[in-house]
C-alpha cells in the first residue's frame, strides 16, 4: 500500500502511522478571541485575523492556537434561564473573550443568539433535548468561536449581515456554501417573532435580534456588545473597539440612533455577558446615544 493511499483512511488509523505520514487536518481555535479557523495540518501561520485587526489585540505573550478537543479538556459550559423561554450558556472558567451564548425557544424552533467555542457532549445532549437549534445568529465575528460545529451538530444555517462576508471568507471560506446565509438590508425576519436588525457601529455587519415575545412578551433585544450594557446596566456605550477604547464618530453614532428608533417596542435587553441584562430599558439607549453624542461636541477648556 502506498502511502499516498493513507490519506483516506479514518482519523484513528492515521494517527497509528509513523510520523512520516501524511498529517490529520485541525481547525486551530485562537485562544484570545476562540474563533475556529478552516482545517489545516499545522496552526495557521501567522496570528489569528481576528486578533490582529485593530478592535482586538494579540497578548504580549503572542498568539496561541488550541483546540475545540482541547479546550473541553479543561473547561465545561454552564446553563443559566434568564426567561421562561431564554437559556444562557457560558463556558468556565473564562474562555476566549468569555461571551455567553444566548439559546432563544420559540413554537418554530430555537435560535442560538452568538456563539461559545465549546460544544461539549453534554452541551449537545441538553440543547438536543430542548429542541435543538433551528437557526444561529452572530452578531460580529468577535462572536463566531465554533459556529461552524454548532451548525453542523444541529444542521442550522448561520445568519450573518452581507457586509461582514469578507470576515467569513478570511475565517471559514471551506464553510460558507454549506453553513452560511448571508442577509442585505435593514431587517430580516427569522421565525417565532425573531428578527434581526442591522445596526454597525462596532462592525459594518454588526447585527442585532429583537424577540417580539421576550420580556414576558413586551419585547427583548440580543444585542452581543454592539451596543454595550455598562456597569450597573442603567446607560450603554457604543464604540469602534471596546479593549482598544477607539470611539466612533458623531455621524455614525448619529446613524445608531436612526436604526434603534426604527425597532419594535422592547423592554429588556441583553448583552454578551452574564451580568448584561437591562430591564425597563424604554428610554435609556436613546438617552446614552444622546449623552455620547453630547460629549463628542463638547470642547471645554476646563477639562481641556
Ligand atoms: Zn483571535
Ligand atoms: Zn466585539
Known amino acids: 500500500m502506498a502511502a499516498s493511499d493513507y490519506t483516506a483512511l479514518t482519523p484513528v488509523l492515521a494517527d497509528a502511522l509513523p510520523d512520516s505520514g501524511p498529517a490529520e487536518l485541525q481547525c486551530f481555535v485562537c485562544e484570545t478571541c476562540n474563533v475556529q479557523y478552516a482545517p489545516s495540518a499545522t496552526p495557521p501561520p501567522g496570528n489569528c485575523p481576528v486578533c490582529a485587526d485593530e478592535r482586538q489585540y494579540v497578548p504580549q505573550s503572542g498568539q496561541r492556537w488550541t483546540t475545540l478537543a482541547k479546550l473541553g479538556s479543561g473547561h465545561r459550559n454552564a446553563f443559566q434561564r434568564m426567561e421562561p423561554q431564554l437559556l444562557g450558556i457560558g463556558t468556565e472558567p473564562k474562555s ?5 451564548a444566548l439559546l432563544v425557544s420559540t413554537k418554530e424552533g430555537n435560535l442560538l443568539w452568538d456563539c461559545i467555542a465549546l460544544l461539549d457532549g453534554a452541551t449537545r445532549d441538553i440543547v438536543t433535548a430542548l429542541g435543538g437549534i433551528k437557526a444561529i445568529a452572530i452578531s460580529h465575528p468577535h462572536y463566531y468561536s465554533t459556529c461552524v ?60 435580534c429583537h424577540w417580539q415575545a421576550g420580556a414576558g412578551g413586551e419585547g427583548a433585544l440580543l444585542v452581543g456588545d454592539i451596543i454595550q450594557i455598562n456597569p450597573g446596566c442603567e446607560t450603554v456605550g457604543v464604540m469602534r473597539s471596546y479593549p482598544c477604547l477607539i470611539p466612533l464618530s458623531d455621524a455614525t453614532v448619529a446613524r445608531i440612533q436612526t436604526r434603534m428608533a426604527r425597532l419594535p417596542p422592547y423592554r429588556t435587553v441583553y448583552g ?33
Do not use: C, N
Request: hydrophobic share 40%; proline share 4%; charged share 25%.
Open 96 to 100: 476566549g473573550i468569555g461571551q455567553r
Open 149 to 208: 460545529e454548532w451548525s453542523r451538530a444541529f444542521s442550522a444555517p448561520i445568519y450573518i449581515h452581507t457586509k461582514e462576508r469578507a470576515w467569513v471568507e478570511a475565517v471559514r471560506p471551506d464553510a460558507i456554501a454549506e453553513h452560511f446565509h448571508f442577509w442585505e438590508g435593514d431587517q430580516q425576519p427569522l421565525f417565532g417573532g425573531l428578527s434581526l436588525w442591522h445596526l454597525g457601529g462596532h462592525f459594518a455587519g454588526a447585527q442585532i
Open 272 to 304: 454578551a455577558f452574564w451580568y448584561q441584562v437591562m430591564k425597563d430599558a424604554g428610554g435609556k439607549i436613546e438617552y446614552s446615544l444622546e449623552r455620547y453624542r453630547k460629549w463628542l461636541s463638547i470642547d471645554d477648556p476646563e477639562i481641556a
